[in-house]
């Protein structure tokens, strides 16, 4: 839902998003602006156990974000469908400290 509020088409723009075990909507009817994403921050948090959205659907927003020049930190956790403490215990927005965890790539 959070790709969906701060990516729809007409909706204002927001400075960043958190997206948390999301993906990147495709509904009939609804479309994303993607245009002007450079340095927008997006901070994705996804589970590789996550029985309910896989893991890949958070790899393509990354993929997909990137592509269109948005400032995106991708982190995966080694847990089912919830929440990383750590994850969102750091503070991503430009010019924080960096993040006492590892970030984690696929």
Excluded: K, N
């Excluded at 929440?83 to 970030?103: H, L, Y």
């Amino acid at each position: 839902m959070s790709y969906a509020l701060a990516l729809g088409a007409g909706r204002p723009a927001p400075a960043g998003v958190v997206a948390l075990s999301g993906f990147l909507p495709t509904v009939d009817g609804f479309a994303l602006d993607l245009a002007d994403r450079d340095g927008f921050a997006v901070a994705i948090g996804h589970g590789t156990q996550d029985p309910v959205i896989s893991v890949e659907f958070g790899r393509d927003a990354r993929d997909r974000l990137e592509a269109v020049g948005a400032d995106a930190l991708y982190c995966e956790s080694q847990m089912f469908d919830a929440v990383d403490p750590a994850f969102i215990a750091m503070s991503w927005a430009p010019g924080s400290p960096t993040p006492s965890f590892t970030i984690r790539e696929p």
